[in-house]
């Protein structure tokens, strides 16, 4: 089962930008699907994007597009999350997912 950590959260100012980044035990590379959840106090865990290694595609929550990509870095073996022009409600904790592997989260917190 491929182990997964979460790196980049931290605290932000609304408008700014942050880079998550989920460190895969195995070669990302061979990884079909990998995806970014989140979860904010009192809410219910909601999918964020998603990135599938055939046809390299990526999926984002439609509420974030424009603000939000998913890349795969196969040489550093991340799968990177990047997030700007950041508001309150982005604030949550970060899950990294590949099948049913989780990483333990990173938090977000984006001050106004």
């Known amino acids: 089962q491929v182990q997964l950590v979460e790196s980049g959260g931290g605290l932000a100012q609304a408008g700014g930008s942050l880079t998550l980044s989920c460190a895969t035990s195995?070669?990302?590379?061979?990884?079909?699907?990998m995806a970014w959840f989140r979860q904010a106090p009192g809410k219910e865990r909601e999918f964020v994007a998603r990135?599938?290694?055939?046809?390299?595609?990526?999926d984002i929550q439609d509420s974030l597009k424009g603000r939000f990509t998913l890349a795969r870095d196969n040489a550093k073996n991340t799968l990177n999350l990047q997030m700007n022009n950041l508001k309150p409600d982005d604030t949550a904790m970060y899950y990294c997912?590949?099948?049913?592997?989780w990483g333990p989260g990173t938090q977000v917190t984006v001050s106004s």
């Open positions: 990135s599938r290694r055939f046809g390299s595609k990526t």
């Open positions: 997912v590949s099948g049913s592997s």
């Open positions: 195995e070669r990302i590379a061979s990884i079909d699907v």
